[in-house]
């Protein structure tokens, strides 16, 4: 009688999910958070939807209220950006701290409505090339006026 064995050829297939159910947990959650990270990241891209243009006056210094004109000499000395309310009127201003010269001016690119806030956006320039402002510190800052608004203020 011949005994022959008999050999038996398993394929051991690793299936590395299969075998673990820590590590397929593991997986879902990094994929989660990965695809939760990225759809805040693009969710932060989206411009707010301007609903209209905001009408406003930029104040010279002699028009501005003296409670707030007291707030503004109190802070000038760095950067502020504040709001300011009378019965009927809004005031926003956003100064730009102490500069080394003088020369410098401040547009508002952008004031605008939304559906939950109003935004105000504004730019500070340089002195213009070849002009030879005031060698001693300047504090710009400005201050426009428009109609009160009971939206948040989001300055830009």
Do not use: W
């Not at 690793?14 to 959650?29: E, G, Q, V, W």
């Not at 030879?132 to 201050?143: G, L, N, Q, R, T």
């Amino acid at each position: 009688m011949n005994i022959t064995p008999r050999i038996r050829f398993r394929t051991t297939q690793k299936h590395f999910f299969r075998n673990s159910p820590a590590i397929t947990l593991l997986a879902i959650i990094t994929i989660a958070l990965v695809l939760a990270l990225l759809s805040g990241c693009m969710a932060a891209k989206q411009e707010p939807k301007k609903l209209k243009d905001i009408d406003y006056t930029i104040l010279e210094n002699r028009d501005i209220p003296e409670k707030l004109m007291e707030t503004i000499e109190q802070k000038k000395g760095a950067e502020f950006k504040l709001s300011f309310e009378t019965d009927q009127d809004l005031y926003l201003v956003h100064g730009y701290g102490e500069q080394e010269t003088g020369g410098y001016s401040i547009v508002v690119r952008d004031l605008y409505l939304t559906e939950n806030a109003l935004y105000f956006d504004t730019e500070l320039l340089g002195p213009k090339n070849g002009s030879d402002p005031p060698k001693k510190p300047s504090y710009p800052y400005i201050v426009v006026k428009t109609k009160k608004y009971k939206q948040n203020i989001v300055f830009e």
